[in-house]
Structures are given as structure tokens and as C-alpha cells.
């Protein structure tokens, strides 16, 4: 992971978001690209002239802002190097082509850490960006959250899918960076697993090998999402991975008919996975 994006717009929760990335990546070289979007409406009252001279104006402030606080990040000279990017555009599009055009590896995203699934889960444009980008890892990181040094990575699944390295790169590169463990949860309702799945569990095991692992099922309590909330809160975990497929509870919980009956909050930082086949 040399290339990180991070969606900023210097609220309180995007500062959050940079002060974890830098902890998170300290002692590595990486690039950090900071996106500030702003989306401009045309006046039809005014002329074309007088628009084109209000958005140039716009988007040099913005960008001159971003590029004075890139310039004070580089001083620090911590083996990152930040640039700046300003946009023009809708949120999701201006972080697909920065991904395009910046080999991303990695997105970061601040969020509120919403109650409520009803209300805000995750933050309404963290959730846009997750259903937009189903192809680079997104990192979720609560407001209220200050970095911990990592010693343990939460891996929820129910084994009811086979696994690739590709998937699993983020993971496997997190872990052997911190050194760290890695915790494979088994969040499924079924007391025992069928044949697939424990060929899939067989296929995990393979492709985690080389990392510190223990595996556990967890006691179904109530429902996916609160099961697997308690054990978070519980467990003294760092970061927890779940990959975006169709057979987890996370992509349920994208649905807005699920999102009004469920309530998720992670108080960690969450590590979302594409799904590559």
C-alpha cells in the first residue's frame, strides 16, 4: 500500500482520519493524496462569463488552501509525501478517478460513527463511497477514535464463500506491519458448518498461513450485527475486516430496508474488502 486517499474537507472528522493514517503508516513511505470536492451550482440568472469567473475563483481558494496545508505536512519530513487534489464534482466520481489516475491502494474516510443505522450509519457519504467503490479497500475510521498500536485484527466471516490472496492482500500487508495477530470470527447462525464451508475455512487457512492466527466461532446472540458488535466492544480489538460480498451481513446492511431495522456502530476502525473472484 504506497498510495493513499484520503476524502478531505478540514472537518474535524477528516483531520481524524489524516492524524490515523499517519500512525497507522509511520515509518513507511507512502504517498498521501488529500481530495477536497466541492460541487458548484450555476446561477441561470447569470451570465456564462460571470459563472465561469465564480468557479475558477472557487476552485482556487479551495486549492489554495489544500496546497498551503500539503506544504505544512511535507515540512514534517516523516518519510510521507502528501499532495493536493481539488474537484469540482460529485464525491464518488471525484474518488473514482483519483483512484484511476493515482494508482490508489487504499481510501480512508472519517466518519461521525452514526447510532443509528436509520439515521447516519457510518456517515451518508462514507456509505455512498462504499457502494461506489466495490474494487479498492475503503478504511473506515469513527471521529471519536484515537490510534492504538495494533495487536490484534478482527476478520469476521461465515466461511460461505472461497477466499484469493488478492482479497486478502490489505490484511495480510496490515498484519505483517504490526506484527500483529489476526482473529478469524465465525459469524454464521448454523451450529456446524457444511462441507463448502469448511473447504472454504481449509482454503483461508492456506492463505493466511503465514500470519499469527486463531479462529473462533462466535456465540449467535439476537441477530449478525449484534453478535458481532458485542464481541467487538468485547474483544479489545484494533481493526475489523469484512469483506464486501453478498453472502455478509455488511452488504445487507447497504440495503436502506435493513439500515432501519439493524443497528450497527463500530467503535473501531473498519476495513472493507472488495470481493474479487
Known sequence: MK??????????????????????????NINIFLLDVYIGERSYLLSEEYNEKWFSQMDDEIED????????????????????????????????????????????CGTKGAKSLAQTFIGTNTVKIIRAIDYTPILVVPTEYKYKNIDRII????????????????????????????????LSIEEALTNKQRTHKVNLRELLQDLQTHYKKLSWEESESYTLQKYVEESNGQLLVLINHHYNFFNKL?????????????????????EMS
Open 155 to 186: 476478520l469476521s466471516t461465515n466461511y460461505k464463500r472461497p477466499f484469493n490472496k488478492t482479497e486478502l492482500h490489505p490484511l495480510i500487508r496490515l498484519s505483517n506491519m504490526k506484527r500483529c495477530n489476526v482473529e478469524i470470527v465465525n
Open 3 to 28: 498510495n493513499i486517499l484520503i476524502p478531505y474537507d478540514f472537518s474535524e472528522t477528516a483531520i481524524n482520519a489524516l492524524n490515523y493514517t499517519k500512525k497507522l503508516f509511520a515509518e513507511q
Open 65 to 108: 488552501e489544500l496546497k498551503y496545508l500539503v506544504d505544512i505536512l511535507n515540512r514534517e519530513n516523516k518519510g510521507f509525501s502528501y499532495h493536493a487534489i481539488a474537484d469540482s464534482n460529485s464525491l464518488t466520481n471525484a474518488i473514482k478517478e483519483t483512484i484511476k489516475e493515482e494508482k490508489i491502494d487504499l481510501v480512508i
Open 254 to 274: 447497504l440495503n436502506e430496508d435493513v439500515i432501519k431495522k439493524v443497528t450497527f456502530s463500530s467503535k473501531i476502525p473498519l476495513l472493507i474488502l472488495p
